[in-house]
């Protein structure tokens, strides 16, 4: 099992651009997340989707629009970047039910935009 | 709301003593709790989890966590730190009745050989 896998694993951007970050998740999880780090910020949520068709706003949604393409893929899309998105991603994935909750974490894309 | 502390930036120890990287944390109901662990250039990877039943909870590598509700604590602790162990360890938590789990800003733990 690969696991969360995320493309591209780093990206520069010119502000204005617009890009899609792609996450996958062969563990059959139902729960999606998109995250940013920022030094001295830990993690941020962004956006989750909790079920196959349906998404909801994070901490930080502002500047973003996402897609639960189907139960494996869960998509980032920055229409116009700004330079305050400069930024690491990740994708992380989680089941729910008693035993379960701990997330899942792609190994993330350092995104710059200048 | 739910919100999660981790006080210290930066926790120095030396190798071959105990660790203790501390974490509290603030929710409404009955709260899930859970540390992990990020190496440099990496995602991060989960260490442990308390959901329900024992407050001392073991996980990966050797770390332990202990759930102490009176305090809304949830500090992870090894009996003896490898230089290893050097990375950036975060606490998070999500309330029972919540879909989302919220983190602390990290702690990075820096061990001496």
């Known amino acids: 099992n690969a696991g969360v896998t995320q493309t591209p694993k780093f990206q520069v951007l010119k502000t204005g651009q617009s890009m899609t970050l792609q996450c996958a998740q062969d563990m059959n999880h139902n729960s999606m997340y998109w995250y940013r780090q920022d030094p001295g910020m830990g993690l941020r949520l962004i956006y989750y989707s909790a079920s196959e068709g349906t998404t909801d706003k994070g901490e930080v949604p502002n500047g973003y629009n996402v897609s639960r393409l189907n139960k494996r893929e869960f998509s980032l899309r920055l229409e116009s970047a700004a330079p305050s998105q400069t930024s690491v991603y990740f994708c992380?994935?989680?089941?729910?039910?008693?035993?379960?909750?701990?997330?899942?974490f792609g190994p993330g894309t350092r995104l710059t935009v200048t | 709301a739910q919100s999660v502390a981790q006080p210290e930036d930066q926790v120095n120890v030396a190798e071959g003593n105990p660790l203790t990287v501390k974490c509290t944390y603030s929710v409404s109901g009955n709260p899930y709790l859970f540390w992990y662990v990020q190496y440099p250039n990496r995602g991060l990877q989960f260490l442990l989890k308390?959901?329900?039943?024992?407050?001392l909870v073991k996980g990966s590598y050797g770390f332990e966590a202990e759930f102490n509700k009176s305090q809304t604590s949830f500090h992870l602790k090894k009996p003896s730190a490898l230089v290893s162990d050097s990375a950036l360890y975060f606490c998070?938590?999500?309330?029972?009745?919540?879909?989302?789990?919220?983190f602390g800003s990290g702690t990075r733990l820096s061990i001496r050989p």
């Open positions: 308390y959901i329900t039943g024992d407050n």
């Open positions: 992380a994935s989680s089941e729910e039910g008693i035993r379960f909750y701990e997330q899942y």
């Open positions: 998070a938590v999500r309330d029972s009745s919540a879909s989302k789990i919220i």
